[in-house]
């Protein structure tokens, strides 16, 4: 029997585990009832939809025995089963790229922790919290040959072949002494009820109990073997909303999330008429740790009529609403509906639309600290939505929020035109990437001094492509303030003044700047900074940088535009200056000062720094 060596994040996972770091060890029960669920459900759909697995005489159970006299405590299952390959891939390796994420998030802090445990589908190793050895028999449905996986948790596990009649899986834990309480039937049947009351199978609790006979002299006392159905085993989502308490909810919740922390949200909804269907949705408080990876896990299982089908299709919500946990129920899809059917079928395209509206309205009347815990978590996932679900577009636009330059805390679109000029009815923004550099860009000054709210969007990967696309909010337009004529009050003679009496001077710049600038020409939007740089909006490169991102390659470089502000002191300097070599440094420093107020790299990082070493030198 050859021994493995347990991946290396497993190994570490265990002395994790074996080291009792979560308090909430019951949570074990949890994870080991739900694989069981997991695996019946998978064997309940073959057993409807292949002629291999007909077996009208099945039925799914789960089973937990408490043995007081060995010490262990048996759960186990009917389920579909392992093979020897996949008792490997699923207990001896963390079979998902999110392995090092998940490590790299654990932070020894019992409650947060436990919750991870679930999320990265490595549930089954919070039995080593209690465990001093464990035991995995398991037969393939289909297969012969049943192979048992044992471990004691210090790195090493064995598989080999073994006896086993039925298809299934059972899980012989070997109780550490400190941990006998698990060996209650008062204390199974409390956590049982606690987690897993709604597994849609029944699980039955075996255990002995003394009987005492007779009475006086004549009564005789025995262990009795028992069983009994410690769950209500009816699938939630099935029962009507007058009959269940928000802690029904909230407990189904924790064993679909495996965690402990309530959602932020639920809603459950039936729809009856020319399609039926049943969906509960939960809204967690916590984004998961995968949702920004490509290879994240949905949240949504898909059933018909009470029959599990699958819960690894992303196409059952859009990507943007990947977050979401729960159920959908139809009635009416077929049992043996296959993947390429579910992306191209009408009746699940309907329940799609009809789910997102429900979710975005409940999402739209949260409110208080719940809006504010929602906006934190997924605002950058809402501002993908509004990029890519055109028909939802308008409650997308409802619900998303950004920081302001005059407001603390987030703003809606909402509130800013509610304080906004309605004659105008224009919404000012800037995109980039430090929420410091924005809020003291120079291009902010003439906004400041005319006391105009311009929205700041510090999310520059997400928020320079769909800012641009959204267009008009009521009516409202949205204008970017490095493309457009900042407010002043200056008329257009007087600007054209300005424009005539500095014409050599910029004239002047642009000769010793070249093609690093389309133009030079003075600004009214500058009061307190001598220059700043804008994109050149009507060079047909701007809107092929958008195109660029979006497609994920680098963008092409935006001509940019330098502007000098003529009430400066150094520019008024500047104009009457005869030292050509000072002058050309000058004109450098004014261009790559504006760029790195923008957030912007100077072309040429060790020239700025010599120049500005030299005018340091020279004004000392």
């Known amino acids: 029997m050859a021994k493995h060596q347990f991946q290396t994040e497993i190994g570490q996972l265990l002395k994790l585990m074996t080291h009792s770091l979560y308090s909430n060890k019951e949570i074990f029960i949890r994870e080991l009832v739900s694989n069981s669920s997991d695996a019946l459900d998978k064997f309940n759909y073959l057993s409807l939809t292949d002629e291999k697995f007909k077996n009208d ?41 999110g392995t090092k994420a998940f490590m790299e998030n654990l932070t020894g802090d019992a409650k947060k922790d436990s919750n991870l445990i679930g999320q990265f589908g490595v549930g089954f190793y919070s039995v080593f919290m209690v465990a001093e050895q464990v035991d995995v028999i398991s037969k393939k449905a289909g297969e012969e040959q049943a192979y048992m996986f044992s471990t004691d948790g210090s790195g090493e596990y064995e598989v080999k072949p073994v006896t086993k009649e039925e298809h299934g899986t059972i899980v012989y834990i070997k109780l550490k002494d400190e941990e006998k309480e698990f060996l209650s039937k008062w204390k199974t049947q409390e956590v049982v009820k606690k987690y897993s009351n709604h597994i849609a199978y029944p699980i039955m609790l075996n255990y002995s109990e003394d009987e005492t006979t007779g009475e006086g002299d004549d009564a005789v006392t025995k262990s009795v073997n028992k069983s009994e159905q410690i769950n209500a085993a009816t699938a939630l989502w099935t029962l009507s909303k007058s009959e269940l308490k928000a802690e029904d909810y909230n407990e189904f919740y924790k064993t679909i999330s495996h965690g402990d922390a ?12 020319s399609q039926e269907f049943t969906t509960l949705f939960y809204i ?30 992303k196409e059952l919500l859009p990507p943007y609403l990947r977050f979401i946990k729960g159920v959908i129920d139809s009635e009416d899809l077929p049992l043996n509906v296959s993947r390429e059917l579910l992306q191209e079928n009408r009746i699940l395209a309907n329940i799609k639309q009809n789910s997102v509206k429900k979710i975005l309205g409940a999402i739209k009347k949260l409110e208080g600290e719940d809006a504010e815990t929602f906006t934190a978590q997924y605002n950058k996932v809402i501002k993908e939505g509004i990029y890519t679900d055109q028909m939802n577009k308008e409650i997308l636009l409802d619900i998303v929020k950004y920081k302001s330059s005059i407001e603390e805390g987030l703003v809606s679109f909402e509130d800013y035109i509610s304080r906004g000029d309605s004659e105008k009815k224009e919404i000012y923004y800037i995109t980039g990437e430090d929420e410091n550099v924005l809020r003291n860009s120079p291009l902010l000054e003439a906004y400041k001094k005319a006391n105009i709210e311009v929205l700041i969007m510090d999310d520059k990967e997400v928020d320079s492509i769909v ?33 005539k009496e500095f014409k050599s001077l910029t004239d002047k710049i642009k000769e010793v700047l070249g093609e690093e600038v389309k133009e030079v020409k003075t600004s ?31 963008m092409p470089e935006i001509p940019l535009i330098l502007e000098i502000n003529p009430e400066h002191e150094m520019i008024k300097k500047l104009d009457g200056l005869s030292d050509e070599s000072l002058f050309a440094d000058i004109s450098w420093i004014l261009l790559d000062s504006a760029k790195l107020s923008e957030g912007l790299e100077p072309k040429d990082k060790g020239a700025f720094a010599q120049r500005v070493a030299s005018l340091a030198t020279k004004a000392i």
């Not at 949200?265 to 008429?273: A, D, F, I, R, S």
């Not at 307190?528 to 092929?544: F, I, R």
Request: charged share 30%; hydrophobic share 35%.
């Open 262 to 273: 309530e959602p932020l949200t639920y809603l459950h909804n039936k729809v009856e008429g």
């Open 467 to 499: 800012s641009p696309m959204i267009g008009i909010y009521k009516e409202w337009s949205l204008k970017d303030i490095t493309t457009v004529d900042a407010p002043d009050s200056k008329t257009e003679e007087e600007k054209e003044e300005i424009s």
């Open 284 to 313: 967690p408080k916590t984004a998961p740790m995968d949702m920004y990876r490509a290879d994240y896990t949905p949240g949504v299982k898909l059933y018909v009529k009470r029959v599990f089908i699958t819960d690894d299709d």
């Open 57 to 97: 005489n099945w039925s799914g159970k789960i089973f937990i025995k408490l043995d007081e006299a060995d010490g262990t405590l048996t759960i186990g299952d009917n389920g579909v089963g392992m093979n020897e390959a996949d008792l490997m891939d699923h207990l001896g390796t963390i079979a998902k790229s």
């Open 524 to 554: 009214t939007r500058l009061t307190s900074s001598p220059s700043c740089v804008l994109k050149d909006s009507s060079d047909p490169m701007a809107g092929m940088a958008e195109m660029f991102a979006q497609m994920g390659q680098e």
